[in-house]
């Protein structure tokens, strides 16, 4: 049923929830234990690293291609083909008996990840309309601000409940029970679709694309194994690749065929350009800072993994309660909640950072929580409602392409903020004498700069649409003209 009356909808969109809220955690949540994986399975730094990056880069690149297979072949069979995948590579990633075969799980495990994540956002479409799409998107947005707010305590917490050797695979055994769950839930209430007409995949722009992302984020998920320096010639190429993505898809959709992205997504689709740029902005930043204060707070005070993620819980708290609200508040504020949340995530943040340096150790749990509150509160005021506003006016015939797209730029910009952020951190201890403080404070600063790049993007929007809403229509002006004359 696809008119927005399913009586299963809501609980149709919690199995989503879970199911994504997993694939997102599994982005942050095995940093923490990337040191026990290295130990117990005697494998070399760069290849640990694979772990988390082979992941995160294998998510992004077939976000796009698995929204438009959603869109052509039915989203239901899309999300649930990739879950029972997820489950089964999460059960081979935690049985794994060495790196290699690892690495490989995980891979697989992020391939299917990346076909989850934009069903989640088709579904809603197809699922709710009017005031209950911004409700159900508030909690899409607070699942994917929780996720990744949360992945480091929960980490931690699983590696201080089964501690010991091994311990670290119950990371990735615990989504095999819930899974599980969810798979057979979602059979029992994902709504059914049929594709309407004859299907083609763009397969020449699933290459073109394919390859100019993996161009862009290559030397990104390399970058502590110095990535950046080796191949940074991938950068233009990724470019170039891109530009010849955005021509050719232009030139399919002029001869009335099947774009794997429709151009007219960022041209004739109102605030979906701007949506999808502020994404990306903000993920840059509020990726990035998480790895800085794990640094900070492990490394720089000697925190365990579990009291490194208790520290930053009131970041994620702020977030989880703001968008809940926040979901209920866009239809009346619009592009506003965003501008106010953005500028609270840049207070938050700032506060956070200038805290910490100035922080006894012993109370630099405590100290900065209100700062990082403040900032959660912001968070859900950002990304739920972003989500609504960029989504809400794309045809439900394009909900997963659109949906694909708008989560490839927020990992693309999340693997700049996870490169370039601790890269900063190091390089101000390099050459300030191991001052941890300045480190994080210096850190913290730049991954604002993108925050407020997006408040910029925010405040422009919400200003144009104020003018075009102030604006008469021509049938009203022309009425009103009339009407003068004849007085």
Not at 4 to 31: C, E, H
Not at 312 to 320: E, H, I, L, N, R
Not at 360 to 366: D, E, K, M, Q
Request: hydrophobic share 50%; proline share 5%.
């Amino acid at each position: 049923m696809q008119d927005g009356t399913d009586p299963r909808r809501w609980k149709a969109l919690w199995v989503t929830l879970v199911a994504g809220f997993m694939s997102l955690l599994d982005v942050t949540i095995v940093a923490v234990a990337l040191p026990t994986m290295q130990k117990d399975l005697h494998a070399s730094a760069p290849a640990i690293q694979w772990v988390v990056s082979g992941y995160a880069l294998a998510f992004a690149l077939v976000l796009v291609t698995a929204g438009r297979l959603g869109d052509a072949i039915g989203r239901r069979r899309i999300f649930l083909l990739a879950l029972g995948g997820f489950v089964v590579c999460s059960a081979a990633a935690g049985a794994a008996p060495g790196i290699g075969l690892l690495i490989t799980a995980r891979i697989a495990q992020g391939v299917c990840a990346g076909c989850l994540a934009p069903q989640n956002s088709a579904l809603i479409q197809q699922m709710f309309r009017g005031a209950e799409r911004g409700r159900a998107f508030g909690l899409f947005g607070a699942t994917v601000g929780i996720s990744s707010a949360v992945g480091p305590v929960t980490g931690g917490l699983i590696l201080a409940l089964a501690d010991g050797p091994g311990g670290w695979r119950w990371i990735f055994y615990v989504n095999v029970p819930v899974g599980v769950i969810a798979l057979v839930l979602g059979l029992r209430l994902l709504p059914r679709t049929r594709p309407t007409g004859r299907q083609r995949l763009d397969l020449p722009g699933v290459a073109l694309l394919g390859t100019g992302v993996l161009a862009l984020m290559l030397p990104l998920v390399l970058a502590e194994s110095g990535g950046i320096a080796r191949v940074w010639w991938l950068f233009p190429v990724g470019l170039a690749l891109l530009a010849v993505f955005a021509r050719w898809e232009r030139r399919v959709a002029v001869r009335e065929g099947q774009p794997l992205l429709d151009p007219a997504l960022l041209t004739d689709t109102r605030g979906y350009a701007t949506g999808a740029a502020i994404a990306t902005l903000y993920f840059v930043g509020f990726s990035g800072v998480w790895l800085v204060f794990a640094l900070f707070f492990q490394n720089g005070l000697g925190y365990s993994p579990l009291r490194s993620g208790l520290a930053v819980t009131p970041f994620a708290a702020g977030s989880a309660l703001a968008a809940f609200v926040a979901g209920r508040l866009v239809e009346r504020l619009g592009r506003l909640l965003t501008v106010c949340g953005l500028a609270a995530v840049t207070a938050g943040l700032g506060g956070a950072a200038l805290v910490l340096h100035w922080a006894p150790a012993g109370l630099a749990t405590w100290l900065p929580a209100p700062a990082l509150f403040l900032g959660g509160i912001g968070s859900g005021c950002v990304i739920s409602p972003n989500v609504t506003m960029t989504l809400r006016n794309v045809p439900v015939r394009m909900a997963g392409a659109a949906g694909g797209a708008l989560q490839t730029g927020q990992r693309l910009g999340g693997a700049m903020g996870t490169a370039a952020l601790p890269g900063l951190f190091y390089l101000v201890l390099s050459q300030d004498h191991d001052d941890y403080r300045a480190a994080v404070t210096v850190a913290v600063g730049c991954g604002i700069l993108p925050v407020v790049a997006a408040f910029g993007l925010a405040v422009r929007d919400w200003r144009g649409h104020r003018r075009d809403t102030r604006r008469p229509c021509p049938e009203d002006a022309s009425h009103s003209h009339t009407h003068a004359g004849q007085g």
